[in-house]
């Protein structure tokens, strides 16, 4: 799956009329139920067993972003999974990708391409692969910094309450604020490695930084192939590690979805594979995705601006003085690393 892959309609989805759900590839549901017995109720043992009831309280009671900090300070949250996407690194200054008029494609013109698109595509690399590369130059490490919210994910990690960060971002802003890359499912991929088209041979990306900076097309030192940072083009597979959210999801005691449109699939519909009882925190400029049609009623929204979201539950959680300690101190780390 690419970048494009599918999108998901947002329309006003199931009407939620407290009904079950149909039994998939069944027409009647109510030739289930077994004769003579009672209607299935859990026990509460059963109930714990399923992991309902467990971190975020058994009412039907709807949280709010103080019970979610609350939630986390007293570890009863502690597996926490994050999803973001290009609203994390809009306040660093990265174009986002899909916003019409401010987005990248828009300011593609200047790269004399025959449509927006084509700068992921394969095809059109292998003939011209200097736009691709010009982006390249802009998105290496060094040019933007990361921001409140990669540092607020950095000490998510730090205290040891982060499953896994999946982003959608190829800015490697992630890395650069210091989330070790094993805690990361960079799904549509990173410039941090690089492979040889020709004979697949892998690279670190930073072998070819000359080359980029220097407006060279890099090729292979075995065999001169073209080399491609690992950034998924279009029809292209996701990374291999994309694979983890098959254990990560179920694991997760709790979900933050962060300045995404949630609108490329197959990272979409992540969002609904955490466990029901699970809390998911939406922190976004607008509604978006399951939180919009398809609601649970440990949701949690927190609409506006990305970085004010973050700054209101890094206060709830205490953490406010931390975190900017961590930003001074990497901050003067990058100054000399990228002076
Ligand atoms: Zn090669």
């Known amino acids: 799956m690419g970048l ?31 004769p003579w017995t009672r209607p299935l109720s ?37 597996r926490v999974v994050v999803m973001a996407g290009a609203g994390i690194s809009t306040p660093s200054g990265i ?6 008029g401010s ?7 200047q790269y004399n391409i025959p449509y927006p698109e084509a700068i992921f595509e ?19 490490p060094g040019n933007y910094r990361p921001n409140y919210t990669h540092y607020f994910l950095r000490l998510l990690h730090d205290k040891g309450l982060l499953l896994r960060l999946y982003t959608q971002n190829i800015d490697g802003l992630e890395r ?71 254990v990560d999801f179920p694991m997760a005691d709790l979900l933050f979805v962060i300045g995404t449109s949630l609108e490329v699939e197959p990272f979409a519909s992540l969002a609904g594979a955490v466990r029901s009882s699970v809390p998911r925190v939406l922190i976004n400029r607008d509604l978006v995705g399951p939180f919009a ?9 927190q609409l506006g601006d990305v970085v004010q979201g973050v700054q209101a539950l890094v206060e709830l959680l205490g953490w406010s003085q931390e975190l900017q300690e961590l930003i001074h101190k990497e901050k003067a780390k990058l100054d000399t690393r990228f002076k």
């Open 95 to 100: 174009p986002d990708f899909r916003s019409p």
């Open 293 to 301: 049609w398809q609601q649970r009623h440990k949701d949690v929204a």
């Open 4 to 34: 494009r892959s599918h999108r998901v309609t947002l329309s006003p989805g199931p009407a939620r009329t407290g009904r079950a759900a149909p039994i998939p590839g069944c027409a009647s549901p109510c030739s289930h139920r077994i």
């Open 122 to 140: 394969l095809a059109y690399f292998f003939i011209n692969p200097k736009p691709f590369f010009t982006l390249a130059k802009e998105l290496y």
């Open 176 to 246: 650069v604020a210091g989330i070790p890359p094993d805690k990361l499912v960079e799904a549509h991929g990173t410039f941090a490695t690089a492979s040889c088209t020709v004979c697949r041979r892998n690279f670190p990306g930073e072998d070819f930084r000359g080359d980029v900076m220097e407006d060279r097309v890099p090729r292979c030192p075995v065999c001169t192939g073209l080399i491609k940072p690992d950034i998924v083009f279009f029809g292209e597979e996701l990374p291999q590690r994309f694979l983890l959210h098959v």
């Open 42 to 78: 859990l026990s509460v043992a059963a109930a714990a067993v399923l992991g309902l009831g467990h971190c975020g309280g058994d009412g039907r009671k709807q949280l709010s972003l103080r019970d979610v900090a609350e939630l986390m300070r007293s570890r009863e949250c502690e």
């Open 103 to 109: 987005g990248l494609y828009s300011n593609l013109q």
